[in-house]
């Protein structure tokens, strides 16, 4: 099974800062990689596919990046309704498994 | 819009039985395969069962294989996921999703607001 990491698990930044969070992947996933956000109470929202495609809709601060086993997730100036869990999901195994990381919590100072 | 509405969740006894159901809205279901996930009370996102469009094929991880079932009737736009031999780790929100393809990338894309399993005595 392909197992994925996250880092950091908590992440607390300032408004306008530049945040990045790395998805590692135990396998090669080529670029079978989406990033969802999550809030509380709330259903995932996707954000990104294919590693680095960004969602129509999805305000353009964000981007991601990568592939093979290391992927990124950017938020060029973080804003206060980023605050969110952020979740990375492999889909190279379709179509079955399509494992999440354990996600990353972004918290506003 | 594109809209997906799960219900059926409830509180359940341990080895009890449950139906959920989503109702797809905004596009061609048909179209479309769909999955289930859950996420437990403070955890994380599990993927737990896919169904492609026409029923042709499904499969499940192996923590509910044997004791869940995914079918979809395309006529009234609803998928389904059979729930039988609960345990009291099964509990969590249970979110239908839709797959998207493109070439040979998947996304799901949107999700359910969820329905909650509960299985407790």
């Known amino acids: 099974d392909i197992q994925l990491t996250q880092s950091p698990s908590l992440l607390s930044a300032s408004v306008g800062d530049r945040v990045t969070i790395t998805c590692r992947a135990s396998?090669?996933?080529?670029?079978?990689l989406a990033w969802y956000q999550q809030k509380p109470g709330q259903a995932p929202k996707l954000l990104v596919y294919a590693a680095s495609s960004l969602l129509s809709g999805v305000p353009s601060r964000f981007s991601g990046s990568g592939s093979g086993t290391e992927f990124t997730l950017t938020i060029s100036s973080l804003q206060p309704e980023d605050s969110a869990t952020y979740y990375c999901?492999?889909?190279?195994?379709?179509?079955?498994?399509?494992?999440f990381g354990p996600g990353t919590k972004v918290h506003i100072k | 819009q594109v809209q997906l509405v799960e219900s059926g969740g409830g509180l359940v006894k341990p080895g009890g039985s449950l139906r959920l159901s989503c109702v797809a809205s905004g596009f061609t279901f048909s179209d479309y395969s769909m999955s289930w996930f859950r996420q437990a009370p403070g955890k994380g996102l599990e993927w737990i069962s896919y169904i492609t469009n026409r029923d042709s094929y499904t499969d499940f991880a192996d923590s509910v294989t044997g004791r869940f079932s995914i079918s979809r009737d395309n006529a009234k736009n609803s998928l389904f996921l059979q729930m039988n031999g609960l345990r009291v780790d099964d509990t969590a929100v249970y979110y239908c999703?839709?797959?998207?393809?493109?070439?040979?990338?998947?996304?799901?894309?949107?999700w359910g607001p969820g329905t909650l399993v509960t299985v407790s005595s």
């Open positions: 999703a839709r797959m998207i393809t493109s070439t040979s990338y998947h996304w799901f894309d949107p």
């Open positions: 396998q090669g996933l080529n670029t079978f």
């Open positions: 999901q492999q889909l190279s195994t379709y179509p079955r498994g399509f494992t």
